[in-house]
């Protein structure tokens, strides 16, 4: 180690003095001062010369350039409950994965699992990044080569947007935007965009088809509506490869218990259904809020159509695959079935074996009496069908999950 200091062995005869408001600087200290900068300069130039020569310094990233037969699909909001589940598939298909997520709804500790999952080079990234600053967006997008996205990253409660609109419009719709710009710009050909059902708002006619109008009746369906227009007015000047999912009411996990739904607990009010259901059952809430029991249905509550998650990123996978340039595919991903709000808690008390207490209250702003799919479109132009339609199945894989994560991740 170099020692710049110096040792007296008198004390100074001369030192900056003042003199009629000025300084006047000892030129020998001056001189050895600008010396020490020159010295470290120089040291530091060299060691940079001596890190370019090594090859770690040379080596590009893996994820900074295209390699042959392999895909690089850019997941956003890939901590999030689905993202982290589409990104656990892609990964299992060896296909190269880089995650962006803000983390105001995502887990790093899906991150984590994913990592000790798949930890070989080249693998998966994680970027910690917001996809409202478009500069960051920008830098991603150049310095990675990408050949696809999986755009999840949004918020997602139906309730809550009626409480923030403009939240909703901000982080759906703008950030589609500044999304799909950053591709254009950087010629990355293949979207596969996360949509809704909540899009249609409340149609005439059951089951809902890809050609049922859309009226969205909340904030969320509205900017999910907003973003896929945008989507399509750019398609048709451009030769990008673009799939847009539209899916229902997404339910249950990793059926091998590696990953699982962990909401933030001050979103638990406008959270899923499951996870009420849950939380009910592990005495985390004292019950189950059902609101609404005077809709226009069987039994009064509302009916869904409930798709476990392991088929939703199934579907993801298929589009990607089937993807094609210059052409849109716009698929409805359901099972095919409603049901009713009410059988969806006795099916839960019968998943966790508690029996969860149910309060019923008045309808929630924003909610539609029934909304399932006619999954007819994707299963045959994507070969797609829901492999997982028990309930009681689906719910009990979550569950396993939720006892053995009470404190989520």
């Known amino acids: 180690m170099l020692n710049f200091g110096r040792a007296r062995t008198q004390p100074r ?45 040379n080596s590009p990233s893996p994820f900074s350039h295209h390699e042959d037969g392999v895909m690089h699909v850019l997941v956003t909001g890939g901590a999030g409950y689905i993202g982290s589940h589409a990104s656990l598939r892609l990964l299992k298909d060896s296909y190269r994965v880089t995650i962006v997520d803000n983390l105001s709804r995502g887990n790093l500790g899906a991150v984590k699992v994913l990592q000790a999952l798949f930890p070989e080079p080249g693998r998966l990234q994680f970027i910690y990044a917001d996809l409202g600053d478009a500069k960051s967006v ?8 990408f050949d696809a996205v999986m755009h999840f990253a949004a918020v997602a409660y139906v309730g809550e947007s009626t409480l923030d609109p403009l939240k909703y419009y901000h982080n759906i719709t703008s950030n589609t935007l500044v999304v799909l710009e950053a591709m254009a710009a950087h010629g990355v050909k293949t979207l596969i965009y996360s949509s809704t059902c909540a899009t249609y708002g409340e149609p005439e006619k059951m089951p809902i088809t890809e050609g049922t109008p859309q009226a969205p009746i909340n904030p969320y369906g509205k900017a999910k509506k907003m973003a ?16 847009i999912l539209r899916y229902f009411n997404v339910i249950g996990s990793d059926p091998e218990g590696r990953l699982g739904e962990a909401p933030r607990p001050e979103l638990r009010e406008h959270g899923r259904i499951s996870g009420a259901c849950f939380d009910a059952a592990r005495s985390i809430i004292p019950g189950l809020k059902v609101r609404g029991i005077d809709y226009d249905t069987p039994d009064g509550t509302c009916i869904r159509d409930y798709i476990d998650v392991t088929d939703l990123v199934d579907a993801h996978v298929k589009a990607l695959e089937k993807a ?11 099972t ?22 149910v309060d019923y209250l008045p309808r929630r702003p924003g909610d539609y009496a029934k909304v399932y799919s006619d999954p007819s479109k994707i299963r045959q132009e994507l070969n797609w069908t829901a492999q997982h339609t028990d309930l009681k199945e689906s719910l009990e894989t979550a569950w396993r999950w939720q006892k053995s994560h009470r404190d989520g991740y």
């Open 324 to 334: 094609q340039p210059k052409k849109v595919g716009i698929y409805n991903v359901g």
């Open 138 to 145: 920008n830098k991603i997008f150049s310095e990675n080569a």
């Open 13 to 57: 005869s001369t030192r900056s003095m003042p003199f009629g408001g000025m300084d006047f600087a000892d030129p020998k200290k001056k001189s050895s001062f600008v010396g020490k900068i020159i010295l470290v300069a120089v040291l530091t130039v060299s060691c940079i010369f001596l890190l370019k020569g090594s090859t770690g310094f």
């Open 228 to 243: 896929e227009d945008i989507i399509l007015d750019f398609s048709k000047k451009s030769d990008m490869a673009i799939m």
């Open 336 to 357: 095919g079935r409603g049901r009713s709000v009410k059988e969806f808690v006795e099916a839960c008390k019968k998943a966790t074996g508690v029996e969860i207490k």
